[in-house]
């Protein structure tokens, strides 16, 4: 009998509670390899949903499996195998950026010195700048930076995109994409708002609203099932009706 694939994450009625705001309990499998966009409106619970798997939100209700294995478990140790790209960038705003990597390398055996040089390169980072004086693109291609450095298993991004000018967009959206298919097995979860990110990372499509996984599908179902139509303005008409 063929032998069954462990999806690299699994949520098994997976559910946050706060005062103002409630998750709902979500179970869904991502395979080794795939590339999710968790799409919806802000306070949806995307952020939530990453922080979570990132082991970063130790307060969630049902289970999180990493290739099997219970989240709650591999902490804090598992969080090697998880590369998150917050929203904001961490870090001593005194340090530089060659300190703040620096100081990152110790935590991650893996960690590639001459790989984390070749990001900083290829996005121009200016490695002698303290942190506090980077400008938020640069922020956040440092920050993508540390999440990548080690080549995690997982990788994660919050809102990578978000404020940025088209340009340092597209020249982080190359790099991450250059990063994961030089790997095999790299699987993605991108969370974002704007929508024209989707088609250029991802294959599939979690779309949360009001705390609710309202879709889950496969990017070719969602073009085939609309010919001529953008995969932005399809997610767009799909969650127009939940803002209202």
Known sequence: MPTLEVPRIALRQFAVRYPSFALAPVSLEIKRGERVALVGPNGSGKSTTLRAIAGRLPDYDGFILI??????????????????????????????????????????????????RHLSERLCI???????????????????????AYRPPV???????????????????????????????????????????????????LLLANGVLQLDANVP????????????????SILSPQRS
């Open 67 to 116: 290739d099997g294995r219970d989240l709650r478990s591999m902490l804090p140790l598992g969080r090697r195998e998880i590369g998150l790209l917050p929203e904001t960038l961490g870090g001593y705003g005194w340090m530089t950026v060659r300190e703040h990597l620096a100081f990152l390398s110790g935590f991650y055996p893996s960690w590639d010195s001459e790989y984390a």
């Open 221 to 236: 179902d969602l073009l085939a099932a609309n010919p001529g139509t953008s995969l932005a303005r399809t997610l767009y």
């Open 126 to 148: 200016p490695l002698d700048t303290p942190l506090g004086r980077l400008s938020k693109g640069t922020r956040v291609k440092a920050s993508f930076i540390a999440a990548e």
């Open 155 to 205: 990788l994660l991004l919050d809102e990578p995109t978000s404020g940025l000018d088209p340009g340092v967009r597209v020249e982080l959206l190359d790099a991450i994409l250059a990063a994961v298919d030089a790997t095999k097995d790299r699987t993605v979860l991108l969370s974002t708002h704007l929508l024209e990110d989707v088609e250029f990372v991802a294959n599939r499509v």
